[in-house]
């Protein structure tokens, strides 16, 4: 199956377009390597993905969360960039009161099954 459309099914991304733009934007790699959205997923594959969150305007006044479970056919591996995020568990972060404006990003990895 191709790496955006199994993006979609796994549900780490809602809509296979942006999916797509997520590989080509170089947020997503497998097995280490940059992986173009017709990447053919097999079982075994270890994707990483980033996702990024914006405060914008003024710092937070109080906590944010970003949460995600895994679907269908999809492992956690591990978090292995947090950057200004705190995690814990499978994959809970948050972003503390007073973050300042910004754009912050937070690294995982999930293997195939």
């Given amino acids: 199956m191709r790496l955006d459309k199994y993006l979609k099914v796994a549900r780490l991304i809602k809509r296979r377009t942006v999916a797509n733009d997520a590989c080509d934007g170089d947020r997503v790699t497998v097995n280490g390597r940059e992986a173009k959205a017709s990447y053919q997923v097999k079982v075994g594959d270890v994707i990483t993905y980033t996702i990024t969150a914006e405060v914008l305007n ?20 591990s978090v292995t960039n947090s950057g200004a995020f705190n995690c814990s568990g499978a994959l809970s972060c948050t972003l503390p009161t007073g973050t300042v404006p910004g754009t912050y990003a937070l690294t995982y990895t999930a293997t195939v099954n």
């Fill in 58 to 77: 003024a710092q937070t006044v109080e906590v944010f969360n970003l949460t995600d479970t895994m679907g269908t056919g999809l492992t956690f591996g």
